[in-house]
């Protein structure tokens, strides 16, 4: 079935990596754009990046730009977000979401973040 | 990147109908037919119910409907379940080509 799966997430210290991955399957990988979502302990969702299906472009929230980068691997049917220089602030659930529109036949929508990962816990603290 | 406005809570009684708003502006839901709606229970990944406005993706009740008008789209749930009962989220694209996430509503069913 069409899946996303991360992982990734764990403890680290203000101003350090982290590197998060979103196995998919069950779908073409490569067809489709794909977006990081976050979600703070208790708060909403906050967008935090895009990337399309042939990692052509990279589109960042206010938020991350510059510390994080997006990225995947067709070959893996992977994408990841290598986060640097950590803030507290950047403490959340991170979930990997597949844009709704597919790119070889031009069906569905960039509006639709319509399948999600069950999101990996990213806690920064010293 | 403000995050879209929406009622902290709303709440109905089983059978009912409700609406939430998602205000932002011109840049973002008023300038695109690309606002999208999502479900979340606690502990769970969010699940959409909209996308484009007004499409359900297949699988989504048709108690769920959504509209816009200028830079205000509106999720209207009816016929209330105790189900119902989660989290929703919009979301609009940008015209700093990212995308934009409602700080979120909480329906409670009475």
């Known amino acids: 079935q069409v899946q996303l799966v991360e992982s990734g997430g764990g403890v680290v210290q203000p101003g350090g990596s982290l590197r998060l991955s979103c196995a998919a399957s069950?779908?073409?990988?490569?067809?489709?754009?794909m977006h990081w979502v976050r979600q703070a302990p208790g708060k909403g969702l906050e967008w935090v990046a895009f990337?399309?299906?042939?990692?052509?472009?990279?589109y960042y929230a206010d938020s991350v730009k510059g510390r994080f980068t997006i990225s995947r691997d067709n070959s893996k049917n992977t994408l990841y977000l290598q986060m640097n220089s950590l803030r507290a602030e950047d403490t959340a659930v991170y979930y990997c979401?597949?844009?709704?529109?597919?790119?070889?036949?031009?069906?569905?929508?960039?509006?639709?973040?319509?399948?999600w990962g069950q999101g990996t816990m990213v806690t920064v603290s010293s | 990147q403000s995050a879209l406005t929406q009622p902290a809570s709303v709440s109905g009684s089983p059978g009912q109908s409700i609406t939430i708003s998602c205000t932002g502006t011109?840049?973002?839901?008023?300038?695109?037919?690309?606002v999208s709606w999502y479900q979340q229970h606690p502990g769970k990944a969010p699940k959409l119910l909209i996308y484009?406005?007004?499409k359900r993706p297949s699988g989504v009740s048709n108690r769920f409907s959504a509209s816009k008008s200028g830079n205000t789209a509106s999720l209207t749930i009816s016929g209330l379940q105790a189900e119902d009962e989660a989290d929703y989220y919009c979301?609009?694209?940008?015209?700093?080509?990212?995308?934009?996430f409602g700080g979120g509503t909480k329906l409670t069913v009475l």
């Open positions: 979401a597949r844009s709704g529109r597919n790119y070889y036949d031009r069906s569905g929508s960039d509006s639709a973040f319509d399948i």
């Open positions: 069950g779908f073409t990988f490569t067809t489709y754009g």
């Open positions: 990337i399309r299906y042939d990692g052509s472009n990279k």
């Open positions: 011109s840049s973002d839901v008023g300038g695109y037919n690309y």
């Open positions: 484009d406005v007004t």
């Open positions: 979301s609009s694209y940008t015209s700093s080509s990212t995308w934009v």
